[in-house]
């Protein structure tokens, strides 16, 4: 059976304005999507602003700690150029090479194989799945459903309560790019 998946992106924060790295905050305004997607399943990672996002499409999600933001370890709060400007290696060693967390987080490495694998256990006895969850966790999905490099990680935006949709079934997945009406 093709399972649909719709990758729903929280809505807006505090950290996403300010480009800073989450620590769990909630929605600044939470204003719905325009109709929630159609599902036999919702699942929602674990964070305030997830829940609440699904809370507003009308939703009632089971909760997935696979759907889990990555960790950005001693990073989390900060903003992106604090960073840069207290420690550019660390930043430059995060953006080029996959296998480096120097937060003390996860990797970007680590995420795309967690995402693989959630991708991959999937159930396949449902036919639609909605999943709420973090920029990062979309992109993830969609370098592993297109088989690219992990590089690709960063050349993929995902704005605040955009979907993503996914087709397919475990180790074989494709973008589904929406239709504008």
Same mark, same amino acid.
């Given at each position: ?5 719709? +990758? ?7 950290? @996403? ?90 990797? @970007?490495?680590? +995420? ?9 256990? +999937? ?9 709420? @969850? ?26 605040? +309560?955009?979907? @993503? ?17």
């Amino acid at each position: 059976m093709t399972t649909r998946l719709v +990758l729903v992106c929280h809505g807006a924060t505090s950290a @996403t304005r300010r480009a800073a790295f989450p620590a769990d905050e909630p929605l600044e305004h939470p204003d719905p999507a325009p109709g929630p997607p159609r599902a036999d399943v919702v699942l929602c990672a674990p964070h305030t602003r997830c829940h609440q996002t699904a809370a507003a499409l009308g939703l009632d999600p089971t909760p997935d700690t696979a759907l889990r933001d990555c960790d950005y370890g001693t990073w989390s709060g900060r903003t992106l150029d604090d960073v840069t400007m207290s420690d550019p290696a660390a930043v430059h060693a995060w953006l080029t090479d996959p296998a480096a967390a120097p937060h003390g987080g996860e990797s @970007t490495q680590d +995420l795309l194989t967690r995402v693989g694998t959630w991708l991959d256990t +999937l159930p396949r006895d449902h036919h639609r799945i909605v999943a709420i @969850t973090t920029p990062a966790v979309i992109k993830a999905a969609v370098v592993y459903a297109i088989l690219a490099t992990p590089a690709s990680f960063w050349r993929i935006d995902v704005p605040p +309560l955009s979907r @993503t949709e996914l087709s397919g079934r475990p180790t074989s997945w494709t973008l589904r790019v929406p239709v504008s009406r």
